[in-house]
Structure formats: structure tokens, C-alpha cells
């Protein structure tokens, strides 16, 4: 058995995670970021699958157009976490 931790990705695209809430959708950006848009088409945030020593996270993120960088909004173990905190935010 190995002891080894996980310290990145691998490079293959992962699936889509799933939402529980039929008024959201994830829009593939990159093999591990998804656009977070609600049913108008209005992106809310972003979703980025993070290794991590238990599993996989998922994180949300803005987008700060002015730098053109991700601002970091949490880490969460379930992608509809992510939602509700870009929603909330």
C-alpha cells in the first residue's frame, strides 16, 4: 500500500460535477474549471476541482476582471456548496 499524497491533478479532463438544483449549470472552461450560470445564462462564478490530501475539492472562485485573475471564494466537498456560495456572494 502507498502513503503517497496527491499534489496535482492528472491530466485528463474530468467529468462534469453534478448539481442538485435543475436552475444552475456547470459550462466546461478547462479539463478542471467549470462556469457556474443560472438559467438565464448569467454566470455567477466559477467551480475548480483542487487535489487534496482526503479527495478531491471543489472551489469557488471569481473572476476579478480588472488584474484578470480568480479571486478565491471557498473550498468546499460538494460542488452544490459552491453554488450556494457563489450565490450568496
Known amino acids: 500500500m502507498s502513503d503517497t499524497l496527491i499534489t496535482s491533478l492528472p491530466e485528463v479532463p474530468y467529468a462534469t460535477p453534478r448539481l442538485s438544483s435543475p436552475r444552475t449549470h456547470l459550462v466546461r472552461a478547462s479539463d478542471h474549471l467549470w462556469r457556474v450560470q443560472d438559467d438565464d445564462g448569467r454566470v455567477l462564478g466559477h467551480l475548480r ?37 457563489l450565490r450568496a456572494g
Open 49 to 85: 476541482l483542487v487535489p487534496h490530501p482526503l479527495g478531491i475539492r471543489y472551489r469557488a472562485e471569481r473572476l476579478h476582471l480588472a488584474t484578470a485573475t480568480f479571486r478565491l471564494v471557498g473550498d468546499f466537498w460538494n460542488p452544490d456548496d459552491v453554488v450556494a456560495a
